[in-house]
């Protein structure tokens, strides 16, 4: 009776994506060359297995001891990636850096994939507990705090790709929760002027344009002053920070722009991973069957770009399959979100949803170099057991969201 | 919280599935316009990514004889190659390679050498394996990552050093070569003509390369060595057919005596080589597959200069044999008949001024006709035929019986004979009034002086001489194009004349030793002098006599005189044309006749030297009256 009133539809489509990355995920172990990922498949069974289970014991909370346990579980979250920056370690292409736990010498995980859940709920808990969406600059401050703090203790890892899926939390959890898009936008329009401070008739352009906005839009006296002060301040340290990027920053973003740059160094997984997906064709190469991902051009093809394995050798219908199930899990998640009991259980879903969406477009975005290339894994394709079993207590979590409304009578709506 | 009804929030729930799709929308298209447009490129980028193209040699042209006898040819090789990934992984591999078959650390740092000229190729390591090194490599594959054997056409000349000059050889090109408008679409490591035949005809014999493609991994590792991609076989160069004589070839050099520097060539007075050989001579076989540096080393600091073609790259002074080029210009100028005497009989020497220029025989000739002179050689009645012509008409006839240029062969690297287009010349070279011309005149008369010939030079004359009266570039292929023939500007009968003059030669003069009954030879000898030590001998006959079939030139070095060269090519020409049972088996046993010649020291070789411009001085000094 309580197992029927389960989402089907949810159910289903992460059944398929699970099964779907599991089938690429063998055949990315199948190489001429030895690579670690030989074996992945194999431990991914192992995972799957933990995983399930601990979507389950998500299943079984409830919206509301959660919502009470957020806090504990955030400041849980908070002190691990305070660890991890003083003990952790490095692994696979990011080795100088400190994004892993270890005790004695095992990897146990990464404390940066449960702080992007626990951010998610103590945004939800902030959020869902105000009267009222916030309205002004002060309004966000206290969210702004919530997500600035693991988000730059990630920075510090130093963990780019990860940093950017707890923007994508911030902004997607933001709209969800009904702060008006204008407000949204000034909040991101100093991103956006670090970004044109490249040259200085852009950022030019780009000050001029923002305080014609500004003076249109009328915010807050205040915030109007704030954000345009915003915007001047990080033009002017856009320098400063670039040349306190670490070198294979600098060249990861120079060969977004232009891997033919350095097509043997920084670009070579750039060029590699479209060479891979290019050569796929409309078919594919066939199952297991792709050269260059068999005598290892493409480079890590079991985890950050396993993605490319599926452009090699499934080809664009395989392409277009993977996207369409993940399409179909965030139109679920919408669903879901839209039609959850209370603000928390639905700013929760929103959150995930803003999660996955930022680790899904990232991951697939940035093999075929439409976005730059940062070591970011894809949910149910990449191997790797923390983040897996996070996708899967978030689905948990999204599950139980989705049983509640049903219950509820919520779901006819 | 407000602002979270239901009405509210299905709005935004619009808005986000709205960006949902666009954002899939976005990915999707970039896939489609990697995957299904830019599928070609990306492609071809996959392929190249692991494909590496090793180039497949083909067989180049084989070279026949007039009758279709082989001196080129090609046999199976094998080539042994090593794809690595880096340079200390292919040093790692070599030192695997040198413990199952010898390699010395020179061959290894030659190998690493080549292999940072084109580190995504396979290196050569062996050029020219035998079947036991590859049998030995094969057996240790599996310790020799990278091993790449090839079966390719190898070059093998069956007569060796006996067409060594003729024929050349071949080598890897050079990255000298590779820019070259000739070798256009070579790649690094193709083999072309670098002498001879092979290097004059390279096009023809060449071919084209064909290429196959073996598999490699991310690493540069070799991963299948036939890899599923179709190849492109090698197109097979063109045979060519030369006018050579391989059995007189290797005649030649059957009786050349051992350790004597110098060439012959044989021509028909149609221009086709018969046969052209230099001596020392090298094996052509050794450059197969790459000549070992020791060897090339040798070759090259050789005194005796064993590359070196003597037969159209080295110049001599004409000396005697340039006497019937004096006899022609008098003729054709009507200025003696052949039976002209000269008005002062040969005493042993020519009076000029206060100084005498002697004939080579001290007690005189006495008076002579123009065929007895020729027959005795007589420097006395050719110092008065000279100054009767004076320098001028020598000059100008000598430029136009091609003694200034040289006569097009379809060989490379030719060299220019040295003679003057006018009597500016020695003006530029002493200074105006600072020579003589009367001396000069007098050493050109007999074939000294700034006149420097090569061998197919001289060779070409006489066989104008004995064959139709118009000079012919001699060719061993077809004639280059452009060459024209130069008529010598004589009636039959001065030609007839002439002949006879050379008959003479042979029958009682200079070359008597060299007479035989059953065959008429005609020639001249001649001694050019030299600086730097004994005198070279020179002979350039032809036979039969009265029509001839052969020509033949001979040049010795330090031979000290032309009776010395006279047997060899009077041997020469009685195979051609009596055929192989009639020529003397027995050893050639030589009677000087003239042991000395004491024409006037002369300039050699080059005149630009120090050391000529010091003779020059001397001459001058003698010749010039004394105050």
């Known amino acids: ?413 | 919280m407000t602002g979270f009804d239901s009405y509210r929030v299905g709005e935004r729930a619009q808005v986000a599935r709205w960006i949902i799709s666009c954002a899939f929308l976005l990915l999707l298209g970039a896939f489609f316009r990697t995957q299904i447009i830019q599928h070609e490129k990306f492609q071809l980028r996959a392929e190249t990514n692991r494909l590496r193209p090793i180039p497949l040699t083909p067989p180049r042209g084989a070279i026949y004889d007039y009758r279709g006898r082989i001196i080129a040819e090609n046999v199976p090789g094998y080539s042994v190659k090593l794809l690595a990934p880096s340079a200390d992984s292919l040093r790692a591999v070599l030192a695997r390679v040198s413990r199952v078959v010898p390699l010395d650390s020179g061959d290894i740092s030659e190998v690493l050498r080549r292999f940072q000229t084109a580190r995504y190729q396979p290196v050569v390591v062996f050029g020219d394996a035998t079947f036991e090194t590859v049998s030995k490599l094969e057996e240790h594959r599996v310790a020799l990552p990278g091993l790449v054997i090839q079966a390719e056409p190898k070059r093998l000349y069956p007569a060796g050093r006996a067409v060594a000059h003729l024929v050349g050889y071949v080598g890897e090109i050079t990255d000298a070569d590779l820019e070259n408008e000739r070798y256009e679409g070579l790649n690094p490591g193709a083999i072309v003509g670098k002498a001879g035949l092979e290097q004059a005809y390279d096009d023809t014999l060449r071919g084209t390369e064909g290429v196959r493609y073996i598999e490699v991994n991310a690493r540069g590792r070799l991963v299948r060595e036939e890899a599923s991609s179709a190849s492109l076989p090698p197109t097979p160069g063109h045979p060519i057919a030369t006018t050579v004589d391989l059995d007189l070839q290797r005649f030649i050099d059957s009786i050349w005596p051992p350790g004597v520097r110098g060439a012959m060539m044989a021509v028909t007075p149609a221009g086709e080589i018969r046969a052209l050989y230099s001596s020392p001579s090298y094996d052509p076989n050794a450059f197969i597959g790459g000549i070992s540096p020791q060897l090339w080393r040798a070759l090259n600091s050789d005194e005796a200069r064993p590359l070196l073609d003597r037969a159209i790259q080295a110049r001599y002074p004409p000396a005697s044999p340039f006497k019937l080029a004096i006899s022609a210009m008098a003729l054709r100028r009507g200025l003696v008949g052949l039976d002209t005497h000269m008005p002062v009989p040969c005493r042993g020497g020519l009076r000029m001024g206060n100084r005498v220029f002697r004939c080579w025989k001290k007690e005189g000739h006495g008076s002579l006709d123009l065929i007895g002179a020729i027959a005795a050689s007589c420097d006395v009645y050719f110092y008065q035929l000279g100054l009767k012509l004076g320098l001028d008409a020598i000059i100008e006839d000598g430029v136009l019986m091609g003694f200034k240029d040289r006569t097009g062969v379809d060989l490379s690297n030719e060299i220019n004979p040295i003679y003057p287009a006018s009597t500016g010349y020695f003006d530029r070279l002493y200074g105006a009034r600072r020579w003589s011309p009367a001396a000069t005149t007098l050493n050109f008369s007999i074939g000294q002086g700034e006149n420097t010939q090569t061998l197919i030079n001289m060779v070409r004359f006489y066989a104008g001489l004995a064959g139709t009266g118009e000079e012919l570039s001699p060719f061993l292929v077809r004639p280059r194009e452009g060459t024209k023939a130069r008529p010598l500007g004589l009636s039959p009968d001065q030609m007839e004349g002439l002949r006879h003059a050379l008959i003479a030669v042979v029958e009682r003069g200079t070359a008597q030793a060299s007479r035989r009954m059953d065959l008429q030879v005609a020639g001249k000898t001649g001694t050019a002098q030299n600086p730097h030590g004994k005198d070279h001998g020179w002979f350039i006959g032809f036979a039969p006599a009265d029509k001839p079939q052969l020509v033949v030139g001979g040049i010795m070095e330090f031979a000290e005189h032309g009776t010395v060269v006279a047997p060899y090519v009077v041997q020469a020409l009685r195979r051609y044309v009596l055929g192989p049972d009639s020529a003397s088996k027995t050893p050639i046993k030589v009677r000087v006749i003239a042991p000395e010649d004491s024409a006037p020291r002369t300039l050699e070789l080059d005149p630009d030297s120090a050391a000529v411009q010091a003779a020059a001085e001397s001459i001058r000094a003698a010749a010039l009256p004394r105050p």
């Open chain 1, 1 to 413: 009776m309580r197992l029927a009133a389960i989402d089907r539809q949810l159910a289903g489509t992460a059944l398929a994506l699970v099964l779907y990355g599991l089938v690429v995920l063998y055949s990315a172990g199948q190489t001429d060359v030895p690579t670690s990922g030989a074996g992945a498949w194999h431990r991914q069974f192992l995972w799957v297995g933990v995983g399930l289970i601990a979507a389950w014991g998500t299943f079984q909370i409830s919206p509301r001891l959660l919502e009470w346990l957020t806090p504990a579980i955030y400041i849980f979250s908070i002190l691990l990636l305070l660890i991890v920056l003083a003990v952790g370690t490095g692994a696979g292409t990011a080795a100088s850096s400190h994004t892993w736990l270890a005790i004695g010498g095992h990897q146990i995980g990464q404390p940066s994939e449960i702080g992007k859940v626990a951010t998610v709920l103590m945004l939800a808990r902030y959020l869902s507990g105000r009267r009222e969406p916030p309205r002004s600059l002060r309004d966000l401050l206290i969210p702004l705090l919530i997500v600035g703090l693991p988000f730059l203790l990630v920075m510090k890892e130093p963990d780019l790709g990860s940093a950017i899926v707890f923007i994508g939390i911030f902004f997607a959890m933001l709209f969800w929760a009904g702060v008006r898009p204008r407000l949204i936008l000034l909040l991101a329009s100093p991103g956006l002027s670090l970004l044109l401070a490249f040259s200085n008739a852009t950022w030019g352009f780009w000050i001029v344009a923002f305080t014609l906005v500004v003076l249109a839009w009328r915010p807050y006296l205040w915030d109007g002053l704030a954000f345009w002060l915003l915007n001047v301040i990080s033009g002017f340290i856009a320098m400063p920070l670039w040349h306190r990027l670490a070198p294979y920053q600098q060249n990861r973003l120079l060969t977004f722009l232009n891997p033919e740059v350095d097509p043997r160094a920084a670009g070579y997984h750039a060029i590699q991973s479209r060479v891979a997906i290019g050569s796929g064709g409309w078919f594919g190469t066939g199952y297991t069957q792709g050269p260059q991902k068999r005598l290892a051009f493409l480079p890590e093809q079991h985890t950050d770009f396993v993605f490319s394995v599926v452009g090699e050798e499934l080809g664009f219908v395989g392409v277009a399959i993977a996207l369409a199930l993940f399409c179909a899990l965030f139109m679920i998640l919408v669903r879901v979100a839209r039609r959850a009991t209370d603000s928390f259980s639905s700013l929760v879903v929103f959150g995930i949803l803003g999660m996955f969406f930022s680790h899904v477009f990232e991951n697939v975005g940035m093999t075929v170099n439409i976005m730059p290339i940062t070591g970011i894994p894809l949910p149910f394709f990449s191997y790797g057991g923390s983040f897996f079993i996070i996708c899967c207590v978030c689905l948990g979590l999204v599950s139980r969201v989705a049983w509640d409304s049903r219950l509820a009578g919520y779901a006819d709506v």
